[in-house]
DNA sequence: CACTTGACTTATT
DNA sequence: TAATAAGCCAAGT
């Protein structure tokens, strides 16, 4: 058996896998697009998670504002609506955030491969 | 159908 | 330490 392709969807795995990984995300968390891509198992595919975030827009339940970059400056924030920034959104659950940056980050910081832990 | 861009990360110079 | 190159996949032009 080949694979059940829709015609007017595309079958973006990834996307979708991404959207899960996002939800699992606690409150008062945050967690970095590469952590996602590896635990997806494509590391370097860490453009994509960004991506799919950028048409996680669609969905109601994606927590975008708790996927940022590596450093965990908030990368992404220029994607969010002003009336609820990303840094708002972040700082109503908790987390710190200064300069556009995530403080105490190493302690923010979730790490699906450690919290899911296959 | 081919080329460019993108909310990133790692390795190399 | 900073700058550059490469890698990944999808969507838009």
Do not use: C
């Not at 504002?65 to 908790?94: A, D, I, T």
């Amino acid at each position: 058996m080949s694979k059940p392709i829709k015609h007017s969807e595309a079958n973006s795995d990834f996307f979708d896998r991404v959207y899960q990984v996002v939800r699992l995300i606690p409150e008062g968390r945050a967690t970095s697009y590469g952590a996602i891509a590896k635990y997806l198992g494509a590391a370097r595919s860490s453009r994509l998670v960004g991506y799919a975030m950028n048409g996680a827009h669609v969905h109601n339940d994606i927590p975008a504002h708790r996927v940022v970059n590596r450093n965990g400056m908030l990368s992404g924030k220029h994607h969010f609506p002003p009336h609820k920034s990303m840094e708002q959104l972040l700082s109503n659950e908790g987390i710190v955030v200064a300069d556009d940056q995530i403080q105490n980050w190493k302690n923010v910081f979730w790490n699906p491969e450690e919290e899911l832990r296959l």
